[in-house]
């Protein structure tokens, strides 16, 4: 079972970045592909990006161009870059390994839920 902590958040203003990351237990983390969501108050948990193993990404259309994930299989640990951030993007962001070889976009299909990690961004 793998066990992830997120970390990173904070409050920010409009227009600012933050760089959240994910750090991951287990010898097989670079065999997994990996997702980023967000879960704003009264809202649902929604998809913000995905990578593979091998790297390949996935954006939710709301957050391409201005948020970047990457991994580091040598440190267990993927990152969400987030620039030019919006009021929004406000939500608990949580990290998840997908169930499949591929980041898809329905949370039901990721399992191994980190604790979650607050963005607020200030107008």
């Known amino acids: 079972q793998v066990q992830l902590v997120e970390s990173g958040g904070g409050l920010v203003q409009a227009g600012g970045s933050l760089r959240l990351s994910c750090a991951a237990s287990g010898r097989t983390f670079s065999t997994y592909a990996m997702g980023w969501f967000r879960q704003a108050p009264g809202k649902e948990r929604e998809f913000v990006a995905g990578?593979?193993?091998?790297?390949?990404?996935t954006y939710a259309g709301s957050v391409k161009d201005r948020f970047t994930i990457s991994r580091d299989n040598a440190k267990n640990t993927v990152y969400l870059q987030m620039n030019n951030l919006k009021p929004e993007d406000t939500a608990v962001y949580y990290c998840a390994v997908s169930r499949l070889s591929v980041a898809v976009t329905t949370p039901n299909q990721y399992h191994s839920w980190g604790q979650g990690t607050q963005v607020t961004v200030s107008s």
């Open positions: 990578i593979t193993w091998s790297g390949t990404n």
